[in-house]
């Protein structure tokens, strides 16, 4: 072993230790990135990357679209979008037994559609349904899972920040990634309501029927969600068709969500204040989460770390196959330890010289090599089976982050009847990753068509 690579292994258990130690991940990117690169090719070095480095990486026009979706969620969650959706949803399903946990997963899906955020989306609709769900005596473990895993689906539902992020490291369009993400996200959507269904069958007291609403109330509660349909319909199929950009699409979402909640008169200056802050902070923390990774990966590339360990896999005689589900059981492990997005910019750089590898080579990757698609496809169909797998650490324990904001939110509900509760959407995810491995072309099959 070459010293170069001594001194990248070295540097990863360091940046594991500093991670352990809860130092913000950003920071500790950027020491073991700095202090690498020095030690390996001395201060100058160092010095000269910083006085461009920040510029080059943050004037990416790609990424102007991050404060903008960052914004539309923010400002969404003040204006009572929430709200609206789940007594839409609660009208349509809430009669039935599980209806009421079936409608907070619709409206997760549905706000996800708009925030795109998995902590701000459980966060947020764990405010709204929780209450129901506990007028309808619904137990504390299918309430507070249900909550949980819903959150999860504002991580892959479009607009994703996360995904926008994925597109970024390895170069692919981002259009092309939310086209995809689709299909996927509507499969979770589905399974997790078929999960409550199954579990109200098996533990009937757990979800009781709720009310059947009144004409009016029903016509009310539709008619409330069609604004958010109406934005979504615009910002994504604006995407999808052409129409727009990612980022002047994500700018009149931010006009429209604002527009609904002046017209509503639920937002106020304040509110409008409070979500430009939060704005500012999230994006301020991704960018420099961003900067971190960045130095890492610099450094990473000059000792030949991932080359090496892209080459040692791709030589190790296991099947393609094999190396796609060992990278995901990682990502699983992983996303136990730190949060979705400085996972992605953690290990992506890493995994993705491997693939490439398996796959033929960056210029290959023909029909019959590898995984049998195009360096292109595979972009997609991994960033979609990444961000699934992502999702999966919110709500594994230690950390299982989304379980701990509805923790936050039900305090008389222990933590552990909430992980139990979420136990059966784990395996309706793990089913979802299983088919969609098994079936790239599931992946693929929108984004070919609408190509």
Avoid: H
């Amino acid at each position: 072993m070459t010293d170069a690579i001594s001194l990248g292994l070295g540097s990863l258990v360091v940046l594991v230790l500093l991670i352990g130690i809860r130092m913000p991940i950003a920071y500790a990117m950027i020491l073991v990135g700095g202090i690498g690169t020095m030690m390996l090719s001395g201060p100058a070095l160092v010095f000269s990357q910083l006085k461009t480095l920040a510029y080059g990486q943050f004037s990416i026009y790609d990424l102007s679209v991050v404060p903008m979706f960052v914004l539309m969620g923010a400002i969404a969650s003040k204006a009572g979008l929430s709200q609206a959706l789940f007594r839409a949803a609660n009208a349509w399903l809430g009669w039935m037994r599980g209806g009421t946990a079936m409608a907070a997963i619709a409206g997760c899906a549905g706000f996800g559609a708009v925030c795109g955020s998995s902590l701000a989306t459980a966060s947020t609709m764990g405010k709204v349904a929780l209450p129901e769900l506990r007028r309808y005596k619904y137990s504390g473990a299918l309430a507070t899972g249900t909550l949980a895993a819903g959150g999860v689906l504002g991580i892959l539902i479009p607009p994703s920040v996360v995904l926008i992020i994925y597109a970024i490291i390895v170069e692919a369009n981002i259009v092309t990634l939310f086209m995809a993400a689709l299909i996927p996200g509507l499969m979770a959507v589905v399974l997790f309501i078929l999960t409550i269904a199954i579990y109200v069958k098996i533990w009937p007291e757990a979800g009781p029927k709720g009310g059947v609403p009144e004409r009016a109330e029903f016509i009310a509660a539709t008619l409330g969600a069609v604004p958010v349909v109406v934005i979504f319909g615009l910002v994504i199929g604006g995407i999808y068709t052409g129409l727009f950009n990612p980022t002047p699409a994500a700018a009149v979402g931010v006009f429209l969500v604002l527009a609904f909640g002046l017209l509503q008169r639920k937002i106020r200056f304040g509110d409008l204040i409070s979500a430009l802050q939060e704005t500012a902070s999230t994006t301020g923390m991704i960018y420099l989460i961003l900067l971190g990774a960045e130095l890492l990966k610099i450094f990473m590339s000059r000792v030949g770390l991932p080359q090496e360990a892209a080459s040692w896999i791709a030589g190790s005689g296991l099947s393609p196959m094999v190396i796609m589900v060992l990278l995901l059981v990682a990502l699983i492990l992983l996303g136990c330890l730190m949060d979705s997005l400085s996972m992605i910019l953690l290990v992506i750089p890493f995994f993705w010289p491997v693939l490439i590898e398996v796959n033929g080579g960056i210029y290959q990757g023909a029909e019959g090599s590898g995984y049998g698609m195009s360096t292109e496809d595979l972009k997609i169909w991994f960033g979609i089976l990444a961000l699934i797998v992502v999702e999966l650490g919110l709500i594994t324990p230690p950390v299982g982050m989304n379980v701990f904001v509805i923790s936050s939110l039900a305090r008389d509900i222990p933590m552990i009847e909430t992980f139990k509760g979420v136990v059966p959407f784990f395996l309706a995810e793990v089913l979802r990753v299983v088919v969609l491995v098994s079936f790239p072309a599931i992946t693929l099959w929108l984004p070919g068509v609408l190509s």
